[in-house]
């Protein structure tokens, strides 16, 4: 997957990632050579997916300049941003808006302006679907099909997300979705009483023990882990309508997805939900060489 878009995609990531160091043609000949590179990845977790993708990354680049030290940090996508703009770390591979957004404006989690401390390298995917699932029992007790019925109704509910500091899978996702369909985090959930905020692995246990009524978190289409749970609880995607999902999308200058019937053994019909871009980043404070040759070796 990293290796797929050369040609235009390619150069433009490439030139994207230069011009943000400054770097002029005549200066990239210091750099076409093959010696060894050091950096630092932060801001995923230590199991899933991102640790996944970032030692995919790091073997390629190990591979393309043999003996670099690429070494993984887990920890979360606002800690990786802070790292990054205090130097304790180079890249992040889980750029995402919300992040983006709260560290350049000092925004909490962050105490302070990262603006300018952490630079665009190049986009990695679109592909972080919002998966807005619950369980049959829940949603017949409640007469619930779709988050306009949940914003009517207003049902208590157990429900599983994302971590606080994990901003892209909160703030972009059950928050976002939430707000445009005017529904009430408090009321629905009593103030929290029986919310599980945890990674999407733990939220897929709490699913599949029957510990939690609405999960809302990220995965590609189709997660396994997921089509594991349905098989041994019943499952019900919530439905929103598409406008609904397009205006939440906007927002956060994220995409809205048709989820195609049969993604899941539980989407009975087209669905329509958001899904989240992650992008490469890394702090002001790396070399030149280290970001050319880390965009070099992935094209």
Not at 85 to 106: H, L, M, Q, R
Not at 201 to 220: C, H, M, P, S, Y
Not at 286 to 293: G, M
């Amino acid at each position: 997957m990293i290796r797929a878009g050369r040609g235009m995609i390619a150069t433009m990531a490439l030139t994207l990632a230069l011009g943000a160091l400054g770097l002029a043609g005549p200066a990239r000949a210091d750099f076409n050579d093959k010696k060894a590179i050091s950096y630092s990845v932060d801001g995923g977790t230590a199991t899933g997916y991102m640790k996944v993708v970032t030692e995919s990354i790091n073997g390629i680049v190990r591979e393309a300049y043999p003996g670099t030290d690429a070494t993984y940090k887990p920890g979360s996508p606002a800690g990786g941003i802070l790292n990054m703009g205090t130097g304790k770390s180079d890249f992040a591979f889980n750029g995402a808006p919300a992040e983006i957004v709260y560290a350049n404006e000092g925004k909490a989690p962050f105490t302070s302006s990262l603006k300018g401390k952490f630079l665009f390298v190049m986009m990695l995917h679109n592909g972080l679907v919002v998966h807005n699932m619950m369980t049959k029992e829940w949603a017949e007790k409640n007469g619930i099909k779709s988050f306009e019925d949940i914003a009517a109704k207003k049902p208590y509910m157990r429900l599983a997300v994302n971590q606080p500091a994990n901003l892209q899978s909160t703030v972009n996702m059950y928050q976002n979705l939430f707000e445009e369909f005017g529904i009430d985090e408090k009321q629905v959930t009593n103030n929290g009483t029986g919310t599980i905020r945890a990674n999407t692995a733990t939220g897929l246990d709490a699913l599949r023990d029957g510990k939690i009524d609405v999960f809302i978190n990220g995965g590609f289409v189709p997660t396994a882990e997921i089509t594991d749970v349905a098989r041994g609880r019943d499952l019900v995607w919530i439905s929103g309508a598409k406008d609904k999902m397009e205006s939440a999308a906007k927002r956060w200058g994220i995409s809205a997805l048709k989820v195609p019937k049969g993604a899941y053994p539980f989407v009975t019909q087209d669905e329509y939900t958001n899904t989240i871009w992650n992008c490469v980043m890394v702090g002001a404070h790396v070399s030149d060489e280290t970001v050319y040759k880390f965009t070099k070796a992935l094209f």
